[in-house]
């Protein structure tokens, strides 16, 4: 048997270096020709890296969390074949990974955040690891695997359970078997299923509120790292200013309940849509909203199309996919792509294209959205628009005789943030006031 080094392939486009994410082999273990590896990401992707030959594994370098540098040893695997490895079979083995992995950025790969992704909760996704030195990942010497603990026995019947790893693990330290919970959607377990499953079992012993749990430290990695890092540099680089206005939104939603009553075969229409539009009708009042500020080179670019970014939770984290010239597509047109793209970030199989040139940025919570936020700006766009839950309330409102009456409302509050070196807060509670008389008056919106 001959030892085959498999070194990390070079994707080209400037890619220097990558992060491990997940190994999926370890020291020891038997691999065949194409087996999955291990996932490493880089500035543009979240790539599957193969085995180009079998054999057992006989060292890996770097551990979960390390960056590794584009030519370094990956792995060193003691193939079947007989006799040495030729010089040429180890670089047809390579180049054969690296088209892979070029063809994987430029179809499905899910793209890291750029600047564009927004995070304003953390939830850690990843298992533990220890730490390591980063030095020592560019090292070309094998690098011999820390011993890990076996993974807590998984139900048998939650094998075949559609679920992120994450929640796999949530449910073994809770011992829930995953086949018990029901997904709410596409067969897939999430957190939600899982807290709804706790909380309707409550009385059986799941989620008591006295259980004892061990400390656990989760390192940041992969998607969660580059989150950080972005927000981090947006808080530290932009002075924001967060400004939030009431709208009543009761002849909003009774135009939307109308519409969806009349829809046949298109999409259901959310209240996003409806935002969504009001806010491209009023992006030419207030060009200066739907902008991204260049601070190195001081320069301001005030875009003539709105790229609406559309921030989207999913188990890997939140990303942002585009919504293209939003300004050009009708209710239902919005409506198809908000569902298309949100679907395409849960699945990982949004492109890094459609992850990336937002000129103007939506985030909300959906029931979760709380009366105010004050929404983390999507660098280097100068403003950010977060619209609120919707409660009912009682409200003074005319009885059409110059008097008043107590009516029930359906009240909504819209958070904006923007980048006060670009946007002053004029400007800013105009723009937001703009579309509050836009969506009380939905009709406005259906006209050109």
Known sequence: MAKFTFNMPDVGEGVAEAEVVEWHVKVGDRVEEDQHLVDVMTDKATIDIESPVSGTVVAVAGEVGDTIAIGAMLLVIEADSEGEVSEEEAEAAAGQIEDEMSDAEDSDGAPAPTSEAVA????????????????????????PASPAPPPAPEPQSAAKVLASPAVRQRARDLGVDLAEVKPAEDGRVRHGDLDAFLAYNAGSGFGAAGRTREDEAIRVIGLRKRIAQNMAAAKRNIPHFTYVEECDVTALEELRAQLNGARGDRPKLTLLPLLITAICKMVPEFPMINARYDDEAGVVTRHGSVHLGMAAQTDAGLMVPVIRDAQSRNLWQLAREIGRLAEAARTGKATSEELSGSTLTITSLGPLGGVATTPVINRPEVAIIGPNRIIERPMFVSDGMGGERIAKRKLMNISISCDHRVVDGHDAASFVQGIKRLIETPALLLVD
């Open 120 to 143: 304003e909760r953390i939830e850690v996704e990843n298992p533990d690891a220890s730490d390591a030195d980063d030095a020592h990942a560019a090292d070309p010497r094998p690098q």
